[in-house]
């Protein structure tokens, strides 16, 4: 049986809905942008100094507007352009693998009624999520 992508992708979603997993995709470029782009300005506004104030105001203000933008994962998942989603899916079809299902409904079923399998597909989903997507990982309390 051929790996089915909408199946798992299926899966990766309700089982990080049901542990209420957020993540947070750091944004370093646009961070990076407004500390280089505020330390040019104070450059041209202050000289030397104003390079040290803007390069230094810049980079809070970079790290503020990066900060905190957690959103919950099914709604990354679905975002994930094809090649990304089908790396996800090598990465937790090696766990499954030689487990049979007919649709998504039954894989879930599956995964949901085996403990074991359950914390693999979630360590490898969250493996995924910190090392492909560079994200950091938040449970709901």
């Not at 798992?8 to 280089?36: F, W, Y």
């Not at 090649?83 to 599956?110: F, P, R, T, Y």
């Not at 085996?114 to 360590?123: H, K, P």
Request: charged share 15%.
């Amino acid at each position: 049986m051929a790996p089915r992508i909408d199946d798992i992708m299926r899966l990766c979603c309700e089982l990080s809905a049901h542990d209420q997993i957020k993540v947070a995709v750091k944004n370093s470029t646009k961070g990076a942008m407004v500390a280089g782009g505020t330390a040019f300005l104070g450059g041209l506004l202050g000289g030397p100094p104003g390079i040290a104030v803007g390069g230094a105001v810049g980079g809070l203000l970079g790290s503020w507007l990066t900060s905190g933008q957690f959103r919950p994962l099914p709604q990354i998942l679905m975002e994930l352009p094809p090649a990304e989603q089908q790396k996800l899916c090598s990465d937790i079809m090696a766990v499954l693998g030689n487990l049979n299902w007919m649709d998504a409904a039954q894989l879930i079923a599956l995964v949901m009624g085996n403990a074991s399998l359950q914390q693999q597909v979630v360590a490898t989903l969250l493996n995924f999520v910190t090392k492909e997507l560079k994200a950091e990982v938040r449970y709901q309390d």
